[in-house]
């Protein structure tokens, strides 16, 4: 295996593309309890529209999440059953872009490991136990439609594009998953689930040799062509549509502001673009900058307020929000704010601020592994190297950030979605 | 497993001192200790966030979140938490570690400094609090009361909480009442900042590289301005009365899922059995109400229990269609009886123990959970490890679960559902 040591960030890390593959990444960490593994497939919510040989596939909403609910059924019982009675707690998620099942234990970690791996690489389903996950779906779907703050992120992504897959929630609907049928997932698990696109990470106190021996007797061999999926037409720069609302039992409106930035990049250069967006964030609406303490003295926002810089396969966006009276006084202020910035630059010492506000918050992600294994997973999906922030950081200068802000935070790009009170009937 | 070390620093001022250098950050945290009382708890709620806004030194946000940005992004957040029947109020900060920073710099110190400014030298104005502080956090407080309603989970534990526990010091919501919050004052509010700086335990906590020696040194050079009078000691919780009979209560808002929150109560003081007993009843995926509300009858996305050890409470949260209320809440209770006939077998009880060996391992893990867990263990006056809890745990008996779930009654059962449901057997 490649061993990659970053003496910034006191860590070493052990590598290797599998035959069949697979990436692989080992982070030993000493001193802790648990060690943690993370398998994951590239494959999310947005992959509804792929081509499998040589047939296109189109699938319905949710089917993503429904898959990652069904592979934990094993021919010979129930993977997170037999995981918690290993001792370990697992679990899994389906975000846009990817699938990760994962676990951390204290305990019979290569007995876990070999299970993890096994039941996520081999499907077993039936007619009747795809029908039966139904029913625990639809209540996961009616429990996060009554969550505001979920309501007022999946309208925004709508608000924000016109034809990209991002705008569909991840679950789905209770409509579009009674359409979900066992071959559907057969077909799904094969056409995602091969070990050339998937990766695997596992943090703790381990032997990577240990663990690349482990990988190689249980995944398969199989490399398939990658698969090609299909997102729709390419997007305008322009917002869908600026101003999305909705009404639901909430104490005092909800918000959040989007501005959709330019297509996400791949390899070094999404690193890159990763952090000149975060810090741009910082320096537009951070807890420093002069329009979060105008704004927050004037009442408009509070401790809630907040937001970042997301990125997704083929796109990216700002967003920020919380709970004001006045949410479109704070979405007018944010322009102006931009606009300010765009003729009047970033202000030196608010620069140097961010630099060590940044790389302190990079370095406390550290402290969690589930932040390591996710984070070099996804990094690995994009070409990038997560342990590689320090270098990158010091390419980038002040005038990245103001062209970042310039370019992307004006109006026509700008989105604000509001849950306000139910009237009083 | 890392040694904890406890020290008195000053009257009613202890530390607990965890020496560990795995982490890329160190925490510290000083939070004030109170006991439960209607009257005081929304101004002691407010008071971290109005003490945040500013310090002699740096009078407003914007130049604290300066000094904390050239601190490497340090941070220190308002805290306001409920242990037992007290509430602790405080601060707790993180900034990374000696070893990490990028030239060697030292943090500890001048963190400490702004935590011991935070307070004991808050920004004033002809010795009080500025009036835009006050009035600003008070509409924040009253924000955050009022919005505990938006999410519906955890609304339906909050009101089961307040119903079960109606008249005791623990019904009280951390936050307190958006009523009395509202009616908080300027000058009331820097009198209940005199009264508690003097009378109030605090607990210390750090866990960093930095030896024992230097964070002493560091914390009684920052708290040296605590005026220490007469302390008040923290609550000692007391036992919930069990109910004669069960109280249904339901209340209805605009949602699509109903949520249903069962409050048992319990007589037995054997906590490790207790643990345990909740552990297999609620507290995993191999449980029962898992394994059988949710995957046997598909009846909830989730369903679990969780034991307040302090008022030896067990509670129930689950999200269940609103028409399949009745379903749900026999299933739930139907697990209940089984697990009470000792009708649990030896793998349940074996995936319930390494659950809460790994629960307990995986602790000092995790900088947040250790604060949390001694803080509990301070307020409520414990002096147990979380080793020695887990060596107890593995001495379980069926047979001890079963006596101490003996007395468990179903005490409350809280349903949140629909207004336009006109039917329900609720």
Same mark, same amino acid.
């Given at each position: ?48 529209? =792929? ?19 069904? &592979? ?30 994962? =676990? ?36 996961? +779907? ?41 071959? &559907? ?60 609302? &909705?009404? &639901? %039992? ?32 910082? +320096? ?122 310039? %370019? ?18 | ?89 405080? =601060? ?6 000696? $070893? ?96 508690? @700086? ?58 699509? *899922? ?5 409050? =048992? ?42 034991? $307040? ?59 947040? *959970? ?37 007395? +468990? ?6 349903? @949140? ?10």
């Amino acid at each position: 295996m490649i061993e990659t040591h970053y003496k910034h960030l006191d860590e070493t890390v052990f590598r290797e593309t599998c035959e069949n593959g697979l990436e692989l990444i080992v982070v030993p960490k000493e001193g802790f309890a648990k060690t943690y593994a993370f398998f994951a497939t590239k494959y999310g919510s947005m992959d509804m529209r =792929f081509c499998l040989n040589g047939a296109w596939k189109n699938t319905p909403a949710g089917v993503a999440h429904y898959l990652e609910h069904k &592979m934990f059924d094993m021919e010979s019982g129930n993977a997170l059953q037999e995981l918690t009675q290993l001792g370990a707690e697992a679990n899994a998620f389906t975000s846009d872009a990817i699938t990760g099942y994962y =676990f951390e234990s204290s305990e019979n970690f290569e007995e876990s490991l070999r299970l993890l791996l096994s039941f996520v690489s081999v499907p077993y389903f039936t007619e009747e136990s795809v029908a039966k996950e139904q029913g625990i779906i639809a209540q996961e +779907i009616r429990m996060i439609e009554d969550n505001p703050s979920w309501q007022v992120y999946s309208n925004l992504l709508r608000g924000l594009y016109q034809n990209h897959p991002a705008r569909i929630p991840v679950a789905g609907s209770v409509e579009s998953i009674a359409e979900i049928t066992a071959q &559907m997932l057969y077909d799904c698990h094969s056409a995602f689930y091969d070990p050339s696109n998937m990766a695997l990470c596992v943090v703790g106190h381990v032997d990577p040799a240990e663990i690349l021996k482990i990988a190689n007797e249980v995944l398969p061999a199989s490399r398939r062509p990658a698969i090609v999926r299909d997102y729709g037409q390419e997007e305008l720069p322009c917002a869908a549509a600026p101003r999305m609302e &909705m009404r &639901m %039992e909430v104490s005092q409106p909800q918000f959040l502001c989007g501005y959709k930035c330019a297509p996400s990049l791949s390899g070094e250069a999404y690193a890159r673009q990763e952090l000149i967006g975060s810090m741009a964030c910082e +320096i537009l609406f951070g807890e420093s900058s002069p329009l979060y303490h105008r704004l927050y003295t004037a009442g408009k926002i509070n401790g809630e307020f907040s937001g970042g810089y997301d990125l997704l396969p083929g796109i990216s966006f700002i967003l920020v929000g919380g709970e004001s009276s006045a949410p479109l006084e704070v979405h007018q202020a944010i322009l102006d704010e931009a606009a300010r910035i765009a003729r009047e630059g970033v202000d030196e010492a608010l620069y140097e601020q961010t630099r060590r506000v940044t790389y302190g918050s990079l370095l406390r992600g550290m402290n969690s592994f589930e932040s390591i294994a996710v984070g070099s997973v996804e990094s690995s999906f994009h070409g990038c190297d997560y342990f590689g922030f320090p270098e990158v950081f010091e390419t980038i200068t002040k005038a990245d950030i103001m062209q970042f802000i310039t %370019e992307s935070v004006t109006p026509e790009r700008a989105t604000i979605s509001m849950i306000l009170p139910k009237e009083e009937s | 497993m890392m040694e904890m070390t406890r020290r008195k620093l000053m009257p009613g001022v202890y530390l607990t001192y965890l020496q560990e250098r795995k982490f890329k950050t160190n925490v510290l945290s000083a939070q004030a200790i109170v006991p439960l009382e209607q009257k005081n708890t929304e101004r002691n709620a407010l008071l971290p966030a109005v003490l945040r806004r500013g310090t002699a030194r740096y009078s407003d946000m914007q130049q604290l979140s300066a000094a904390l940005d050239l601190l490497y992004g340090a941070r220190i957040d308002c805290t306001v938490r409920k242990k037992g029947e007290n509430q602790c109020v405080g =601060f707790v900060a993180s900034f990374i570690d000696d $070893h990490m920073t990028p030239n060697g710099e030292k943090l500890l110190e001048p963190v400490a400094e702004l935590m011991g400014d935070l307070w004991c030298n808050p920004a004033t104005r002809s010795g009080r609090f500025l009036a835009e502080y006050v009035q600003g956090e008070r509409a924040n407080l009253v924000d955050q009361i009022r919005s505990q309603r938006n999410d519906k989970r955890i609304y339906a534990s909050v009101r089961l909480m307040q119903e079960m526990c109606r008249g005791e010091a623990y019904g009280i919501s951390r936050l307190g009442s958006e009523k009395e919050a509202e009616k908080i004052s300027a000058g009331k509010l820097y009198q209940q900042y005199v009264a508690l @700086l003097s009378s109030a335990c605090f607990e210390l906590f750090y866990c960093g590289s930095a030896p024992l020696p230097r964070v002493e040194q560091a914390l009684l050079s920052a708290f040296s301005a605590l005026p220490r009078a007469e302390l008040v000691d923290p609550a000692i919780t007391l036992p919930h009365p069990p109910a004669q009979e069960t109280r249904f209560i339901t209340e209805e808002m605009d949602v699509t *899922q109903g949520k249903l929150a069962l409050g =048992f109560s319990s007589t037995s003081p054997d906590y490790p059995a207790l643990l345990l007993f909740s552990t297999i009843y609620g507290g995993s995926a191999t449980s029962k109400l898992f394994l059988n509300v949710r995957e046997k009858e598909s009846l909830c996305y989730y369903a679990s229990a969780t034991l $307040h050890r302090q008022k030896n409470l067990l509670t129930v949260s689950s999200g269940v269609e609103i028409e399949n209320y009745q379903r749900a809440l026999d299933e739930i209770l139907a697990q209940m009886a089984a697990a009470r006939r000792g009708e649990v077998e030896d793998w349940e009880i074996a995936s319930a123990r390494s659950t809460m060996r790994h629960a307990l391992r995986t602790m000092c893990d995790s900088l947040g *959970q250790m604060e949390d867990f001694y803080l509990g263990q301070a307020a409520g006056g414990m002096s147990e490890t979380i080793d020695g809890l887990r060596e107890k745990l593995e001495e379980v008996t069926l047979e001890r679960m079963l006596a101490a779930a003996e007395g +468990i009654r179903l005490d409350t059962v809280y349903f @949140l559902k629909n207004k336009a449901q006109k039917e329900g057997k609720a």
